[in-house]
């Protein structure tokens, strides 16, 4: 078993448990869909951390994290940028929400978070390879 980047003493578990425990109404909302691999057979994590950041829940074998926004990042779009542009550069596809959305459409949000786990089956992705090119737009 691979050794864990974290150390038990360096307060990143206690956070993650902190953020579990202060959830907004949206994040158990939401998370009421996620648990117990309830979407798709799909496992999600809430709160953990990647890098620097904690991803609000996260899909580890679709590389997804799913962000639920409340009135907290109002403000903080730059900072927003940078954690989703981390996010990406480790690989990461990353979906968000408004608690509004969560809130008043919990079925749509759930259903696009569906269609994120889904691969496109016109454009398949090969392992260790970039998506092919549509037809029509091959190489010559």
């Known amino acids: 078993m691979a050794?864990?980047?974290y150390t038990p003493r360096d307060g990143t578990i206690?956070?993650?448990r902190e953020l579990r425990r202060n959830?907004?109404?949206a994040e158990t909302r939401l998370w009421s869909f996620l648990r117990g691999s309830a979407l798709d057979?799909?496992?999600f994590r809430r709160q953990q951390r990647l890098g620097s950041y904690y991803g609000d829940f996260v899909c580890?074998?679709?590389r997804l994290v799913v962000e639920v926004d409340g009135d907290t990042h109002v403000g903080s779009e730059a900072r927003d940028a940078r954690r989703t542009a981390f996010l990406e550069q480790e690989g990461y596809r990353v979906l968000r929400f408004s608690n509004a959305d969560v809130m008043t459409?919990?079925?749509g949000v759930a259903q696009t978070i569906r269609a994120a786990l889904t691969p496109s089956p016109s454009h398949p992705a090969r392992p260790g390879?970039?998506?092919p090119l549509p037809?029509?737009?091959r190489k010559p």
């Open 41 to 43: 057979g799909r496992k």
């Open 23 to 25: 959830a907004t109404p």
């Open 129 to 131: 390879g970039p998506l």
């Open 60 to 62: 580890q074998s679709a």
């Open 3 to 5: 050794a864990s980047r």
């Open 14 to 16: 206690d956070q993650a």
């Open 105 to 107: 459409n919990v079925d």
């Open 135 to 137: 037809h029509g737009e």
